[in-house]
């Protein structure tokens, strides 16, 4: 069986590629809207959401591969959780509004920011499903961590040595040989 943490690391490089083809566009569309004295705010919104996920995904992968690299903020398949449903969100409310603002890009395929705006939304929907993917993904892989004992986020056989089992200070006293009762 194929481990999750391989899925997730090949779905984060997928996701900033996407990201980073959005980003472009987004700059391309801000560019033509500069020249004629006016802009999309849904532009904007999905350019800070794309600059947003290529820093959290290169963030994730930084984690996922550097062994020295040590974040506390974000050691957990939770505390991962959080951040990828916060860009969900962000993915979901930029191509919704997007695509009830532009609407219906057919008609007007001739024109070069008609075709700038269908590539734009059809991004926008590709990144945000494979978002979607990978915090299915994420939640199977920390309910399975969670039941092998483990809560590290890190895509590997063995948790990293930073990230250690909670035992109860009875416990951690009675495994000390050199402590003698009296």
């Known amino acids: 069986m194929v481990h999750l ?5 090949c779905l984060y490089i997928l996701l900033l590629v996407f990201t980073f083809i959005l980003f472009v566009l987004c700059c391309v569309r801000i560019n033509e809207t500069l020249s004629a004295n006016f802009y999309d705010p849904v532009v904007a919104e999905l350019l800070f959401t794309s600059i947003a996920t290529m820093f959290w995904v290169v963030l994730m992968l930084c984690i996922f591969f550097i062994e020295k690299l040590k974040f506390n903020f974000i050691r957990l398949y939770w505390q991962e959780l959080i951040g990828l449903l916060i860009l969900w969100f962000l993915w979901i409310g930029g191509a919704a509004a997007a695509s009830s603002i532009f609407g219906d890009l057919e008609n007007c395929q001739r024109f070069e920011s008609c075709r700038v705006l269908s590539a734009l939304l059809a991004f926008a929907w590709v990144g945000w499903i494979v978002l979607t993917v990978i915090v299915i993904i994420s939640i199977v892989a920390m309910v399975q961590s969670t039941r092998d004992g483990r809560k590290d986020s890190v895509p590997e056989d063995e948790p990293r040595p930073y990230i250690t089992k ?3 200070p009875a416990e951690y006293r009675d495994s000390l040989p050199y402590l003698v009762e009296s």
């Open 5 to 9: 943490g391989w899925i997730r690391t």
């Open 166 to 168: 909670a035992i109860k």
